[in-house]
């Protein structure tokens, strides 16, 4: 009988070292840790759906504002939530995606948003700028809010190709949102490759406060810094200065280089924590 139980007992730890899983809890991936997460879609049509990541601090269950994702390219998600938090997608690398942590808070909310479900591998530039774009992202604000009927305010942030979304939304619809706030934005929309709908475009005509996020080093020939000054002088706004960070690699317009604040994350959210909040930009510079 002895030896049957320590085969037993055997197995079962042998289980739980191989399959965490079987004898612990699962392992929160870092960009997830201290939140608490809900994949939220809603119908579009018979055949299209629009998905998201309501994220909220674990223990808090009334945020009274809400702090709408748009990541940048391919700005295609397809989140993966399981046991309560996000622990996979497409895009887990994106600066947006990867630092959310950082600007939830007691009463801070996030709302990643994917690409709606018939867009392929790619949400089209034109599609982000299009009235469509914003009434399908704004059908899933209001499911969220249905759920968390105590957000009082939703905030767009954006990121590079997500400024695009970040920059049409507040056109298409002025009175839904507090403001917006665009990071690495899309500031030379006629270089190589470049985003042409945002030629051109007039951020005050919306009426709705908007602020600016920007590595002074930012390495790509779509965000470049002196383009994203030129606009914020232009128009009056707000612009956040970032230096410095670390571990930088890849293609410079990609999510690991200055372009996506890499090593400044923490800081970055935090600041656009305090814009949500505050609805002004008090700290113009992060060193």
Same mark, same amino acid.
């Given at each position: ?116 479900? $018939? ?113 914020? $002088? ?23 280089? $200055? ?29």
């Amino acid at each position: 009988m002895y030896k049957r139980f320590s085969l037993c007992l055997l197995l079962v730890i042998t289980a739980a070292s191989v399959y965490p899983a079987f004898g612990r809890a699962q392992t929160v991936p870092p960009h997830a840790q201290g939140l608490r997460e809900e994949l939220i879609s809603v119908e579009l049509s018979a055949t299209k759906k629009q998905l998201g990541v309501y994220s909220i601090k674990a223990g808090a269950d009334k945020p009274s504002k809400l702090v709408v994702l748009l990541p940048g390219y391919p700005s295609v998600v397809r989140p993966i939530v399981e046991n309560g938090v996000m622990t996979g997608s497409k895009l887990t690398g994106n600066f947006l995606i990867r630092a959310r942590r950082f600007v939830v808070d007691d009463s801070v909310a996030a709302l990643i948003v994917d690409c709606q479900s $018939e867009s392929g591998d790619y949400c089209a530039s034109s599609y982000q700028a299009s009235k469509q774009r914003q009434e399908d992202v704004d059908r899933l604000i209001a499911e969220v809010r249905s759920r968390a009927p105590s957000i009082a305010e939703v905030w767009l942030l954006g990121t590079s190709m997500g400024t695009i979304s970040s920059s049409f939304m507040p056109l298409h619809n002025p009175a839904g949102y507090a403001g917006a706030i665009h990071t690495a934005m899309i500031a030379d929309p006629y270089a190589k490759n470049s985003y042409r709908e945002l030629g051109g475009f007039d951020y005050k005509k919306s009426g709705v406060p908007q602020f600016f996020v920007h590595h002074s080093s930012d390495p790509c020939s779509l965000t470049t810094y002196p383009s994203a000054k030129a606009i914020a $002088e232009k128009f009056g706004f707000p612009l956040v200065t970032v230096t410095g960070g670390a571990g930088f690699q890849g293609p410079p317009c990609e999510a690991l280089t $200055e372009h996506g604040f890499r090593g400044k994350e923490k800081e970055v959210m935090n600041a656009i924590n305090a814009i949500v909040k505050s609805g002004k930009a008090s700290q113009l510079e992060i060193n």
